[in-house]
């Protein structure tokens, strides 16, 4: 299947002036499950499905606010279209337009827009991962020290006994945490109650970048199920480089 | 005393481009406390030191970097380059150009540019706290819930157990956590480890935004004793809205 790149990543970046047209200047909702939703999600959802229906017909989608067409086919878009809402509408940095391609219902590509620092990222399936167009790797191996950082969901305050020696950030993206990780900036990032519009576009880029994900009982999450239903990850993943994540699910407990 | 605050904001913004010159562009070397230091702190701080030591040649400076000059003055600019170096060097977009006036030793205005979000915070003595121009406000009475949110320091997931019932986010620059405070959008911020420069022009505009700070014993910092020998805060300072501040300082506590 060819996918044509440069034009995911023209979408991603028109995706992400739209949303920015309403950042500082937007009132969110709240959904039913009490997290936010701007008239910038509904419409940066409305014209990516609109071009990806239009340029690749037979695929299906699946996206944060609406989108459920086609679940059954073998290629299946799961995008989020404002990754990291609650930040857009605090006024914070860290989100994006997340656009991201399952086969069989695995990551297989993806594009993830920051429009605050103009950062793209993105996954040529067994080609590489790339930041702005440079290639990146995950974090090699290396103890860490106290400028080494993790980044973890936003109620690990309540959730989680953490003894990283390093840096604990929140920052409020799921993609980018992932992307951090991939460009071998962050050691490793904790994702919690993730569906897997979150995931398709971050994980492919991580996978391309080297590095690899579990979850913190030791299982792989179902990401085929997650893409039928739209369902949550059943528990907590890490992501990392090969060298770190056995030593970070070492560090990182859920609370009873 | 007269300060030409719009002068003021162009010095910041000035910083602000050189230090965007050096962002994902340089290599971090660290200091004898194992915290970064770039070429574009160095740089940053040697021309706010110029212009001010020109415009200002009867008021003391201390700088994160290196000024210490005439600390006995009525008026002292107390200026961080970069705030935020750590993320800075990780390629993350908290990290700003902070200058602060104090007067006897006490924040009396103070600006803060962030060149990735194009934000500019500023304040006037009793004349009020702008965020690129809008007058801003802490957050007014009400209750917290899972989308109220407080930042901390990266390291609290060894020092402090939090019992916040919203979100604990991690962003990585002390003046940035005051000025989310003082536009209403955290609710609260808890700062460690900080020197009268991290300090001097976000408490500046917290306090004309109506903030109010407070040691997490009880006790006010002695800020014009940290004025006099760039000595770091005592205890942690927990910052907030008056009708916040009492109530977070119930649910942040310090680990034996």
């Known amino acids: 299947m060819e996918i044509d790149l440069s034009e995911l990543r023209i979408w991603a970046r028109e995706g992400g002036a739209i949303a920015r047209s309403y950042f500082r200047n937007t009132i969110g909702r709240r959904k039913a499950d009490r997290s936010w939703v701007t008239e910038g999600d509904i419409e940066v959802e409305r014209m990516l499905v609109q071009r990806i229906a239009d340029r690749y017909p037979d695929h299906g989608i699946i996206g944060e606010e609406k989108a459920r067409h086609a679940l059954n086919k073998e290629y299946v878009w799961a995008i989020d279209p404002i990754?990291?809402?609650?930040?857009?509408?605090?006024?914070?940095?860290?989100?994006?337009?997340?656009?991201?391609?399952?086969?069989?219902?695995?990551?297989?590509?993806?594009?993830?827009?920051?429009?605050?620092?103009?950062?793209?990222?993105?996954?040529?399936?067994?080609?590489g991962a790339f930041f702005n167009d440079t290639p990146i790797h995950v974090a090699g191996p290396g103890e860490w020290d106290n400028e080494s950082w993790i980044s973890v969901p936003s109620n690990s305050h309540r959730r989680y006994t953490i003894n990283f020696s390093g840096k604990v950030r929140s920052l409020g993206s799921t993609v980018a945490d992932l992307c951090f990780v991939a460009r071998g900036s962050a050691t490793g990032t904790l994702l919690t109650r993730c569906a897997i519009w979150d995931l398709?576009?971050?994980?492919?880029?991580?996978?391309?970048?080297?590095?690899?994900?579990?979850?913190?009982?030791?299982?792989?999450?179902?990401?085929?199920?997650?893409?039928?239903?739209?369902s949550l990850l059943p528990e907590p993943v890490l992501a990392a480089g090969p060298e770190h994540l056995d030593r970070l699910r070492a560090v990182i407990h859920p609370r009873d």
């Open 200 to 230: 398709a576009a971050g994980l492919s880029i991580l996978r391309e970048a080297g590095g690899i994900y579990i979850g913190l009982s030791g299982q792989m999450p179902d990401l085929p199920a997650m893409a039928q239903d739209g």
């Open 83 to 127: 990754d990291g809402t609650a930040c857009f509408v605090a006024g914070l940095p860290s989100w994006g337009v997340s656009i991201g391609l399952l086969r069989h219902g695995l990551p297989y590509l993806g594009v993830f827009y920051m429009p605050i620092a103009d950062e793209m990222y993105w996954s040529v399936p067994s080609g």
